[in-house]
C-alpha cells in the first residue's frame, strides 16, 4: 500500500509538468521556416523563432526578387510609417513580434503582422490548417486578408 501512495504521489508531481510542456510542444509546433506565396511581389521566406517570454517572432530571410531590378540593390522597407526604419533592408524585416500561442483557441495571436508591400500592421491570428498550411489572417478595422504558407521545415 505505501508504494501504491508514493507512486500515486509522484504522479500527481510530475502531471502539471508534463500538461505544461504538452502545451509547449503544441504552441513551438509554429517553429521552423515558411514559404510565403506572393504572386504579384515575388515569394519570400519566413523564420519563426521562440522568445524568452515564450513569445514567437517571425522574420523574412529570402526574396524570390531581392533586389530591385531599377538599381540592382537590395530591396528596402521604403513604405514604413516610421521613417527611422527605412533603411531596413526587406530580407531582414521583422513581420510578427511577440505572437502568443491561445490554447483554448488552438492558435497564435494577440500582436500585429507587418505588411511592408503596403507598410501597414493588421491584427494577426494564425492557425494550422487540415493540410498542414499555417493559416495567417490579418485584418485592420475589421477587413482581412488571409495567406496560407507553407511549411519548409
Do not use: H
Amino acid at each position: 500500500m505505501k508504494k501504491i501512495l508514493t507512486l500515486f504521489l509522484a504522479l500527481v508531481a510530475v502531471l502539471p509538468v508534463f500538461a505544461q510542456n504538452q502545451k509547449n510542444n503544441v504552441a513551438d509546433s509554429i517553429l521552423g521556416e515558411y514559404l510565403v506565396p506572393d504572386a504579384k511581389n515575388g515569394d519570400s521566406k519566413v523564420r519563426f523563432t521562440k522568445n524568452a517570454d515564450g513569445t514567437y517572432n517571425c522574420q523574412v530571410f529570402w526574396l524570390a526578387i531581392p533586389n530591385d531590378p531599377k538599381t540592382g540593390k537590395p530591396w528596402l522597407d521604403f513604405r514604413n510609417p516610421d521613417k527611422s526604419l527605412r533603411s531596413t533592408r526587406c530580407d531582414q524585416l521583422y513581420i510578427i513580434r511577440g505572437l502568443k500561442y491561445d490554447s483554448k483557441a488552438k492558435m497564435w495571436n494577440d500582436t500585429k503582422v507587418y505588411d511592408p508591400n503596403r507598410g501597414i500592421s493588421a491584427k494577426v491570428k494564425c492557425r494550422f490548417t487540415d493540410s498542414g498550411d499555417l493559416e495567417v489572417k490579418g485584418t485592420v478595422l475589421g477587413i482581412g486578408e488571409t495567406q496560407n504558407w507553407k511549411k519548409l521545415k
